[in-house]
Nanobody, 119 residues
Framework: VQLQASGGGLVQPGGSLRLACAASGSISSINAMGWYRQAPGKQREFVARITKGGSTSYADSVKGRFTIPRDNAKNTVYLQMNTLNAEDTAVYYC??????????????WGQGTQVTVSS
């Protein structure tokens, strides 16, 4: 399974940004898709995930601000980020797994995409 992430960039505080992650390869094996992020000097942390059936979960820090739509026909998951603040600045990584939940030790990973929130 290959994951291609896109959509990062520079955005002002309070702004919005949408990331996309397209899966290719043995995609029939994939159930959960989602996002992690890693800020400078910090460990990688879970952001959000969605199953093939549409069940979602979010980190407390992004609930109410981020959503994770998924287009199964396009094998693509998105991360819609609203009301961004400086604490959201990080490299965002797409992840996918054959299980309903992402397991960092056993999931597939895409390349990171930088999100910078700054005025």
């Amino acid at each position: 399974v290959q994951l291609q992430a896109s959509g990062g960039g520079l955005v002002q505080p309070g702004g919005s940004l949408r990331l996309a992650c397209a899966a290719s390869g043995s995609i029939s094996s994939i159930n959960a898709m989602g996002w992690y992020r890693q800020a400078p000097g910090k460990q990688r942390e879970f952001v959000a995930r969605i199953t093939k059936g549409g069940s979602t979960s979010y980190a407390d820090s992004v609930k109410g601000r981020f959503t994770i739509p998924r287009d199964n026909a396009k094998n693509t998951v998105y991360l819609q980020m609203n009301t961004l603040n400086a604490e959201d600045t990080a490299v965002y990584y797409c992840s996918a797994a054959p299980t309903a939940y992402l397991d960092p030790a056993r999931s597939y990973w895409g390349q990171g995409t930088q999100v910078t929130v700054s005025s």
